[in-house]
Structures are given as C-alpha cells and as structure tokens.
T-cell receptor, first 114, second 111 residues
Framework: KAGVTQTPRYLIKTRGQQVTLSCSPISGHRSVSWYQQTPGQGLQFLFEYFSETQRNKGNFPGRFSGRQFSNSRSEMNVSTLELGDSALYLC?????????????FGNGTRLTVT | AQSVAQPEDQVNVAEGNPLTVKCTYSVSGNPYLFWYVQYPNRGLQFLLKYITGDNLVKGSYGFEAEFNKSQTSFHLKKPSALVSDSALYFCAVRVNDKIIFGKGTRLHILP
C-alpha cells in the first residue's frame, strides 16, 4: 500500500502571498489531519477532516483553511503568508479518525516564507 | 489546560545500554497514549499505543512503553539501544477527539 503523499516537498513564498498544500491519504483512509511543526512550538494540530467534513480544528487564525474531496484527498490553504508561517506542514491519515487509530504521516511540505 | 510534557529535550545513551524517554500528561478524561518517531526529513512513524489493559505495551523496533496511571506517565523504553534509534521522539495523547503532542525528545545513541 502506498503511504501518505504530500506535495510539494518544498515551497518558497513571499510574505503576503497564499499557498496550497496537497495531501493524498493511504487508500481506504477517510480521516486526514494537518499539523504545523516548528522548532519552537513543536507539533501543533491544525484541523481534521473526515468524509469531506471538518471534524476538529486547532487554534490557528482563519488564514489557515482546508478541505477534503470525495476521494479523501485533502488540501490546506494559507492566505496572506507571514514570516512566522515558515514551518514543516505534516499531513496524517487514519482509517476512521477514531481515538484508537494511529496516525500515518506523510513526509511533509517545508514552507519557507521570505 | 490539557498538556503533554517531555521533560528532556535531548537524551544521550551509549549503544547497547537501556534507554528511557520520559512523557507525562495532564488531561481530563481517559487518555489514549501514543509514541511516534521522526527521522530527519521525514514524517512521524507510529511506534506503539496504550488504549487499555496491560500497562506494558510493546511496539515496533523493540520499543516498549509503561503506562502509570497514578504518575500520569507513559515512558518509552528499550532494553538495548542501537545507533539507528537516534531520532526525534514524540509522545501524544488523544482525549475527547483532540490530540496533543509533546515537544519531542531528541535521542542520541553514541557508538
């Protein structure tokens, strides 16, 4: 089975621009969640989608948004980029998104905002 | 506030020695506990989980973890460390549909 695929692996953007990151979950997995990883803050939960519906949301500003398509693929969008948005963005999928289900992570998209 | 603490930013262990990576949590409700490992330029990989039952759980790559309810801890252990165990380790807690990660502990295994 193919793992979680995130594209692109690297992105360089300028302050004020917007960016879209893509995530393809493991086949059959219906839950996709997104995380921001920075050296200072560690791993922070952004949001989770299940069957095209946002099920949970972390404490991030509205500039961060996402969606999930009918094939479970997910996109994350960040508008009006700020320098502090530079981070590794990780996507994870799980079969049901239930508390018992371990997360399967992609290798991430490293976003640099200049 | 609910939180997960990994009190050590870095742990150094000689190859062949036992290792312990510490994790404590403070949550309301019954937590489900996980350990993940991250290698350079990669995402996190699931190691093991505690849901209920035996307090000692075994996982991938010879790792195990001990759940201690009274101390609200879930320490990761391995009897004999390998150089290839060098990585960043994250403890995570799921409670009430939320997931909280610790800040991570960098494990260095010295040859």
């Amino acid at each position: 089975k193919a793992g979680v695929t995130q594209t692109p692996r690297y992105l360089i953007k300028t302050r004020g621009q917007q960016v879209t990151l893509s995530c393809s979950p493991i086949s059959g997995h219906r839950s996709v969640s997104w995380y921001q990883q920075t050296p200072g803050q560690g791993l922070q939960f952004l949001f989770e989608y299940f069957s095209e519906t946002q099920r949970n949301k972390g404490n991030f500003p509205g500039r961060f948004s996402g969606r999930q398509f009918s094939n479970s693929r997910s996109e994350m969008n960040v508008s009006t980029l700020e320098l502090g948005d530079s981070a590794l963005y990780l996507c994870a999928s799980s079969s049901t998104g239930g508390a018992f289900s371990p997360l399967h992570f992609g290798n991430g998209t490293r976003l640099t905002v200049t | 506030a609910q939180s997960v603490a990994q009190p050590e930013d870095q742990v150094n262990v000689a190859e062949g020695n036992p290792l312990t990576v510490k994790c404590t949590y403070s949550v309301s409700g019954n937590p489900y506990l996980f350990w993940y490992v991250q290698y350079p330029n990669r995402g996190l990989q699931f190691l093991l989980k505690y849901i209920t039952g035996d307090n000692l759980v075994k996982g991938s790559y010879g790792f195990e973890a001990e759940f201690n309810k009274s101390q609200t801890s879930f320490h990761l252990k391995k009897p004999s460390a390998l150089v290839s165990d060098s990585a960043l380790y994250f403890c995570a807690v799921r409670v009430n549909d939320k997931i909280i990660f610790g800040k991570g502990t960098r494990l260095h295994i010295l040859p």
